[in-house]
């Protein structure tokens, strides 16, 4: 295990309603990046945060917006909901950006119908 | 196109055999290259990390291999058991560059 925890474990939501996604970091860490997964495809870049501001963002649109709080936990929200929305949603926590290495979560596994 | 391609897409082995999965990689500058394991419906698990002047690196039964100047890498999987089965993800770092490029990642099934 890797001390990085996601909840839920799995969501089932209806087009074009709201979800939020949780990430706790593992202790340390202060840098929390997210990532969309695909059946088959490997983890597509969504948006990073380090110290609570976004470092960095992946061709996702602007519904797909996040947070991170003081203790570096962060949140991935996604309003509009489509169903391509659905996906494994992976978080990594790490030092100081992607140079470090990543430990990721065991990830969200979200269904929209 | 992809900065990281993987092959075989997928492979099945008989259990107790080797198998070698490739990762070629156009990404620069290059900062690192990470295997990670990934089991279905799981996050991925990393395996080995390696520098521009590594080209070797070995985790138990996994040996990951790198040739910065063809841009290619290779992870060896020894004596295969019934637990290897997962995709098994490249994914390389480019240098002052947060994100990170990532493979398809290869399947792997074992098989008795």
């Known amino acids: 295990e890797t001390g990085v925890t996601q909840s839920p474990t799995h969501l089932i939501k209806t087009r074009g309603q709201q979800v939020t996604l949780r990430c706790s970091s593992q202790?340390?860490?202060?840098?929390v990046s997210w990532y969309q997964q695909a059946l088959g495809q490997g983890p597509q870049f969504i948006f990073q945060y380090y110290r609570e501001e976004e470092n960095g963002r992946g061709n996702f649109p602007p519904r797909f917006s996040g947070l991170q709080f003081p203790n570096y936990s962060s949140e991935l929200n996604v309003n509009a909901l489509e169903l391509d929305d659905s996906a494994l949603y992976l978080c990594a926590s790490s030092l100081q950006g992607s140079d470090y290495e990543q430990y990721f979560g065991p990830g969200t596994r979200l269904t929209v119908t | 196109k992809n900065q990281v391609e993987q092959s075989p897409q997928s492979l099945i082995i008989l259990e107790g055999k080797n198998c070698t999965l490739q990762?070629?990689?156009?990404?620069?500058?290059?900062?690192?290259l990470r295997w990670y394991k990934q089991d279905t419906g799981r996050g991925p698990v990393s395996l080995t990390i390696m520098t521009f002047s590594e080209n070797t690196k070995s985790n138990g039964r996994y040996t990951a291999t790198l040739d910065a100047d063809t841009k290619q890498s290779s992870l060896h999987i020894t004596a295969s058991q019934l637990s290897d089965s997962a995709s098994y993800i490249c994914v390389v770092s480019a240098e002052g560059n947060n994100r990170l490029a990532f493979g398809k990642g290869n399947q792997v099934v074992v098989i008795p």
């Open positions: 990762c070629n990689y156009t990404v620069s500058p290059f900062s690192n």
């Open positions: 202790s340390g860490h202060n840098t």
